[in-house]
């Protein structure tokens, strides 16, 4: 029978379970909401709740999916410590091996609701029996983008980029102070190019991503083209909106489930007058749609029926039937599983090849940056700390934050294939 808490003693067990899963400053989180969390305090509360009821069995569904390197090395270090003190056992449910690795003693792989193998982590991942599991162990994203050409113009340039936040309290919502998301940043990307963005949840790298395309407002200077952009009004700025497009983290939620794939995707040649008929709209359509890897034929489908990785394809066909210069993608593999990664990442490296694309690629998954990116901005508290080609940055960092990152990404470092 379960016995009924005072207010104050429900207080002080929430307050007890917040420091449990090591959050900061845990009595002065205790009023506030989830979206004034970031992405790793969030996932602590969440664990927090789990565990409020002491359970024998902890169920983590992919704990760490969205989460950078360091706050992804964090938690899954509070889960084993959790576990070891609690006498806990944890079910892992993850796509990513390298959490598997650092994580499970034993593991089972599932394909289309089957379980085709299971045994200790080592055995099965480091010998793989099953087709699937040597196709999953060998999915991760490999090789690298196509060389740059070091002579190309530069496409995009921003020069003292500030993006502020006022926080406002008191009954007269007096602003107390700023959220500094991006504070006096500056960086270059050349046509053809990818400039990998990294840093830990709160970083400003969204923000960032948005300030660049003037989808939020900054301060400073943005040139695209040889065109500064900084103070042409939305009038002005939508022509080029075509030539600057952007892909977001979760292809569910950035598509609409009330439209199918074709409206989707065929929106910007309505918005833009690209077009002359219907029939010449619907061409264009199936064109994109084939060469971003889907059946023209399931044009009329819905998001919803779809995967998540035939949804992040169309996320790109949408960004790509206009024929943009620019395309800032956000996090785009984010929720996929592995083997997912590794056909987006091969498809975004081919188009860039095919089209001559200048990608801003923000992540938090240093293998994929890796994979994919010519050079690094390394973002710290809205600044860049350290940038430089992605080679240089990966196998030697100068920066102590970027060697913080880069050790929690050796940590969690995937299984050799």
């Given at each position: ?380 508290d809205g600044r860049v700390v350290e940038a430089g080609p992605t080679e240089r940055i990966m196998t030697a960092p ?20």
């Amino acid at each position: 029978m379960h016995r009924r808490l005072s207010p104050r003693a429900v207080r002080m067990r929430v307050l007890d379970l917040l420091r449990l899963v090591q959050l900061p400053e845990a009595e002065s989180r205790l009023s506030a909401y989830p979206h004034q969390l970031s992405g790793g305090q969030r996932q602590r509360v969440m664990i927090a709740m789990a565990i409020a009821n002491e359970p024998d069995l902890l169920i983590a569904d992919e704990p760490t999916t969205a989460l950078d390197v360091t706050i992804q090395a964090a938690i899954l270090a509070l889960l084993r410590d959790l576990c070891r003190r609690l006498g806990m056992a944890l079910l892992l449910i993850t796509h990513d091996l390298a959490v598997v690795r650092s994580m499970a003693e034993r593991v089972c792989v599932m394909t289309e609701g089957e379980i085709v193998e299971t045994g200790p982590t080592a055995t099965v991942l480091g010998d793989p029996r099953h087709p699937y599991t040597r196709r999953l162990v060998a999915a991760e994203p490999k090789g690298r983008a196509a060389p740059a050409d070091p002579r190309a113009p530069v496409l995009l340039e921003a020069e003292g980029l500030r993006v502020w936040f006022p926080i406002r309290r008191g009954w007269l919502r007096r602003v107390r102070g700023h959220v500094k998301a991006v504070d006096g940043l500056s960086l270059r990307l050349r046509a053809g190019a990818t400039l990998g963005v990294v840093g830990e949840s709160g970083s400003g790298k969204t923000t960032l991503g948005l300030a660049l395309l003037r989808l939020v407002a900054a301060e400073g200077r943005i040139c695209f083209a040889g065109r500064d952009i900084t103070g042409l009004s939305q009038r002005r700025l939508r022509p080029l909106r075509r030539e600057m497009q952007i892909v977001f983290q979760d292809p569910f939620s950035s598509l609409s489930p009330r439209l199918s794939v074709a409206q989707i995707v065929g929106e910007g040649l309505r918005v833009h007058g690209i077009g002359a008929t219907p029939a010449e709209r619907r061409r264009l359509i199936e064109k994109v749609l084939t060469e971003v890897g889907l059946d023209p034929a399931a044009a009329d489908r819905y998001p919803h029926e779809f995967s998540g990785g035939q949804r992040q394809r169309a996320a790109i066909a949408r960004a790509l039937i206009l024929a943009p210069r620019l395309v800032v993608l956000d996090e785009p593999t984010s929720a996929l599983d592995m083997s997912v990664q590794a056909q987006i990442v091969a498809l975004l490296r081919e188009l860039q090849t095919r089209h001559g694309l200048a990608y801003l690629f923000i992540s938090h998954d240093l293998r994929v940056v890796r994979a994919l990116a010519h050079d690094i901005v390394v973002m710290k508290d809205g600044r860049v700390v350290e940038a430089g080609p992605t080679e240089r940055i990966m196998t030697a960092p100068e920066h102590p934050y970027t060697r913080a990152l880069m050790a929690a990404a050796l940590d969690l470092a995937p299984i050799a294939s």
